[in-house]
Structure formats: structure tokens, C-alpha cells
């Protein structure tokens, strides 16, 4: 999606892959700054490693502490590299466009509370919604993420149970999805999906997961996280190019690459 926009908007820049074992994590960036690299994503285990290994933590860093985008800025003779989190409005954006789904006062089931799941928690806290309930295969993470949450965003309901009632959403930040065979992240025995009117599924490949099918036949809008990708990645890239993202060509770029369409 990348190259697609640079192509686009006329810049001679290119995107481009590598793989680095965590522990050359910080040989890496600083070969980055050294080779004038104009930035770098990262992607997991890197993202909360590398918040020790930049000169300077963007606000978003500093909130949900990870990095996922980082900078290289000029300034007095030096390059200063600056970490940015962008995941958290890639949810937001893709939950707003895709699902046409409103935060603020909604309830949320989250499955999930490892990296992704801390991520969304804390981004649907920021944005108001007015209950969250937390569910996760090993119950002491999700009540330390529901410890975080209700120090603060005190004025969020958590619970670290399934609901009893309704909710807006049941939003998937687990990997069970993934491998075909996975099993449902969602526990039927203990909620149904005729308590909700919305699923989302971070995972985009496949691009529809047993929990998405089961979904959409049970009559739920449904979406995978093909939207929360693109819209990290515009993010990303309006961080180091200062321009406007070329949204569509960049979300075209991505289906054609994942989907083969």
C-alpha cells in the first residue's frame, strides 16, 4: 500500500521488507538512521521493545506504550528517531467506517487482552464507549488490563466476564482465526450472537474467519481488519511523508495484494 501511494503522489521512495531477530532490534534502527532512512514500521515482538530504544516518545506512544511507526527528524546536525503508535486509530477508524459503528456510550465485548487486546481496550475507553467487558483465556491478564483501564478511565465500566445483556459490539483480538481449524474465540455456551448487532475480526487473512461466517449467517454486520491495517498504515504514512494519504489507492493496493482482487 506503501509504494502504491508513493507512486501516486510522484515520490522516489520505496517501502520496503526485512526481518530482524528481536535482539538486533536496536542495530537495526540505528542502521536506519545511519543510512538516512526516512522512518520504519514495526510489527510484533518489536513494538513495545522499541519504546526504550528511541530519543523520543510521541504522545501516542506514551498512551498505549508500544511503537509501531518511527520517524528520522533532522534537527541541529542530528537525527533524533521518534516512536508513534498508529494501531489505535486504524481501530477507530475502521470500526467507524466499516461497521458505522459509534463509540462513545457503546458497549463492547473484547476478546483478547495481549498486545492487539490492550491496544483496543484502551483506545474504546478513550473514546468513551460506556462498558467494556474483557475476556480472555487467562483470566489474570485480562483483570490487569481491567485494573489499568478503571485507574485511568474511571468513568468505563470493565468487566472481565461475558455480559448478561446485550452489547453493541464483540470485537475479536485474538489469533484464533487465523490457522484453518482455529476454534471460535467466542465461547456460545456463554454468549450468543443474538446478544449483538456488530462483529469485528482484526484478522484480515483470511478474509473472512469462522467467527465473521458464523456471524454474518446469525444476521450480524460483520468486518475483518483489512480497515484498521490500511488506516495505521495512511497514518504512518502522512508521519513521514507530512502529505495526505491517497486513501483508495492505498486500501486498492492492499485488496489486491491480500485478496487477489
Not at 522512518?39 to 506514551?62: Q, R
Request: with cysteine.
Amino acid at each position: 500500500m506503501h509504494n502504491a501511494a508513493f507512486n501516486a503522489l510522484g515520490l522516489n521512495w520505496r517501502y520496503v521488507a526485512f526481518e530482524v531477530d528481536p535482539k538486533n532490534l536496536r542495530t537495526a534502527i540505528e542502521g536506519a538512521r545511519a543510512m538516512n532512512f526516512v522512518g520504519l514500521n514495526l510489527t510484533v515482538p518489536h513494538k513495545l521493545l522499541a519504546v526504550d530504544m528511541v530519543d523520543e516518545l510521541d504522545e501516542s506512544s506514551k498512551i498505549f506504550g508500544a511503537v509501531n511507526t518511527i520517524k528520522f527528524e533532522k534537527a541541529k546536525g542530528k537525527v533524533r528517531a521518534i516512536g508513534f503508535t498508529t494501531d489505535a486509530e486504524g481501530i477507530k477508524i475502521s470500526l467507524r467506517e466499516d461497521l458505522e459503528l459509534k463509540l462513545r456510550g457503546a458497549s463492547v465485548l473484547l476478546l483478547g487482552a495481549g498486545g492487539a487486546g490492550r491496544t483496543a481496550a484502551l483506545k474504546l475507553a478513550m473514546e468513551k464507549v460506556s462498558e467494556l467487558f474483557l475476556v480472555n483465556r487467562t483470566q489474570g491478564k485480562a483483570e490487569e488490563l481491567a485494573r489499568e483501564i478503571k485507574k485511568r478511565f474511571p468513568s468505563v465500566k470493565i468487566s472481565t466476564s461475558y455480559p448478561g445483556t446485550k452489547v453493541d459490539l464483540i470485537l475479536n483480538a485474538t489469533s484464533l482465526g487465523l490457522r484453518p481449524g482455529d476454534a471460535l474465540p467466542l465461547d456460545l455456551k456463554r454468549f450468543s450472537f443474538s446478544q449483538t448487532r456488530t462483529v469485528y475480526d482484526m484478522i484480515y487473512r483470511p478474509a473472512e474467519t469462522l467467527l465473521l461466517a458464523v456471524a454474518r449467517r446469525a444476521g450480524c454486520k460483520t468486518a475483518n481488519g483489512l480497515g484498521m491495517l490500511l488506516h495505521q498504515g495512511a497514518k504512518a504514512f502522512k508521519i513521514w511523508t507530512g502529505k495526505t494519504p491517497p486513501v483508495g489507492i492505498m486500501r486498492a493496493a492492499l485488496e489486491r495484494n491480500i485478496y487477489g482482487h
